[in-house]
């Protein structure tokens, strides 16, 4: 994909959890900057994300990481003539400092200002690491709080065929790196110790739900882990961490990469996608990867960067908003509860 002649600038924030970042993209795909200021050391001590302390943080820290992003990018504020910002899911506080920010530039520059679906940001994060692709394409997303198999069938259009009925992949991971005492971020601890770890160790239940259906549960797995763990600690046996790890992953694993390969399959689609903070996966990059080369499907997933929380996705998507004449008002505030294909 080349760039188009005329030059936007847009400047992007994301503050939906607990990483302030600030990007500033040309056309959408160009990242110029991507800022992104992360409070894992103030919440490890907590073992998870404390909805005031990041509030606290974001608006600490907001000022400081805009202007190292516009610094970075060599433009300053008269060379934007673009705002976009991640208005829901999330923090309700943690949104209201990014959208309160956004807000304040777009007012006292006198542009234009899109609010962006977070969720929407992670899918288009691919489009930032491959100028290239285009819809229609199956993604699969993957964080914390989500886990959503979305047909992108255009820009701004999708359809969500299936959805977590309980827990995250995310939420499910952080969950049972607690119970073996990892530090905060779990994912990441649980992917580290799986590599050393032997996964055929034990046999933990996988729900694949009810014939043809694309979503998710990983609550029982969740609770066939914590069960395990607590049974071995009641009967004076050794927990081999590394196996219970390796475990867990795998039938997390092969839950999220059959249910996307046989979806990719149904619709016909030539391209599967992966994106949000479990993107990041080792094991689940991997299998996807192989499953999607046997069926002849090709596979796109972002850089490490581009997994996590950041406001280069959102202002992807912002850029494509914008394009398409579609604008929001001064009014715009934040919606933690938003759904992806919900507008203003």
Not at 315 to 338: E, H, M, T
Request: aromatic residues 8%; hydrophobic residues 40%; negative net charge.
């Amino acid at each position: 994909m080349e760039k188009t002649k005329d030059r936007v600038i847009t400047l992007a924030i994301e503050t939906s959890c607990d990483e302030t970042s600030v990007s500033i993209l040309e056309n959408g795909r160009w990242v110029l900057s991507n800022i992104i200021a992360s409070q894992i050391e103030q919440h490890q001590k907590f073992g998870g994300v404390v909805p005031e302390v990041a509030s606290r943080k974001h608006i600490e820290v907001i000022n400081q990481v805009i202007q190292q992003a516009l610094q970075e990018s060599k433009l300053d504020f008269s060379d934007v003539n673009h705002v976009a910002v991640t208005y829901g899911p999330g923090l309700v506080g943690a949104l209201l400092v990014g959208v309160a920010a956004a807000k304040a530039i777009a007012f006292a520059r006198g542009i234009p200002l899109n609010g962006v679906n977070h969720i929407e940001g992670h899918i288009y994060a691919n489009f930032i690491e491959d100028k290239d692709l285009e819809p229609p394409f199956i993604t699969l997303v993957v964080s914390g709080g989500h886990s959503h198999l979305v047909h992108v069938k255009d820009y701004g259009i999708y359809e969500v065929l299936g959805r977590t009925r309980d827990d995250a992949a995310g939420e499910a991971f952080d969950k049972i790196a607690r119970a073996l005492g990892l530090n905060y971020p779990g994912g990441p601890e649980i992917d580290r110790l799986a590599k050393v770890g032997d996964k055929y160790a034990i046999e933990f239940p996988k729900a694949y739900l009810e014939e043809g259906s694309y979503d998710f549960s990983f609550s029982g797995l969740k609770s066939a882990v914590l069960n395990y763990i607590n049974s071995q600690k009641m009967k004076g046996n050794d927990i081999i961490a590394e196996d219970v790890a390796a475990s867990f992953q795998r039938a997390v694993v092969e839950i999220l990469a059959e249910k996307t390969i046989k979806c990719g399959i149904d619709k016909g689609v030539q391209t599967i996608c992966l994106a949000g903070g479990v993107a990041a996966n080792s094991s689940l990059r991997n299998h996807l990867k192989d499953l999607c080369s046997q069926h002849g499907i090709a596979f796109k997933y972002p850089s490490l960067k581009l997994c996590t929380d950041n406001a280069a996705m959102i202002g992807c998507v912002g850029y494509y908003d914008y394009i398409k004449g579609l604008r929001s008002p001064l009014s715009l505030n934040a919606v933690p509860s938003l759904k992806l294909g919900e507008g203003l």
